[in-house]
């Protein structure tokens, strides 16, 4: 059975940081592309990173470009999400998904696997 579990989700100060991570059971990430979007109040999903094959190659969403860092460990199935500086704008439920073959990282449509979604609110 294929599962993302993302993780790591929770309430902090602007300024601070989180890293989440995603979890994967049923597949091995080492096929997959692997991506960060987020969904906030009322506003459609938006890229926030993505990863190639062999982590090699990363990309970011211009509002968290500097400050978010994505990575992954093929060998533990793991994906991680290092958020530092973070903005109250920052606030919304991120999600862990998985892209098979050449499709656009920053296109959600692309995406294979969904997990479920982590909450992340940013407090002044």
């Known amino acids: 059975q294929v599962q993302l579990v993302e993780s790591g989700g929770g309430l902090v100060q602007a300024g601070g940081s989180l890293r989440l991570s995603c979890t994967v059971s049923?597949?091995?990430?080492?096929?997959?592309?692997m991506g960060w979007f987020r969904q906030a109040p009322g506003k459609e999903h938006e890229f926030v990173a993505g990863?190639?094959?062999?982590?090699?190659?990363?990309y970011y969403g211009d509002s968290v470009k500097g400050r978010f860092t994505i990575s992954r460990d093929n060998a533990k199935n793991l994906v991680a999400l290092q958020m530092n500086s973070l903005k109250l704008e920052d606030t919304a439920v991120y999600y862990c998904?998985?892209?098979?073959?050449?499709?656009?990282?920053?296109?959600?449509?692309?995406?294979?696997?969904w997990g479920q979604g982590t909450q992340v609110t940013v407090s002044s």
């Open positions: 998904a998985a892209l098979s073959g050449d499709g656009y990282i920053r296109n959600m449509s692309t995406y294979r696997y």
């Open positions: 049923g597949f091995t990430i080492r096929n997959y592309r």
């Open positions: 990863i190639e094959w062999s982590g090699t190659y990363t």
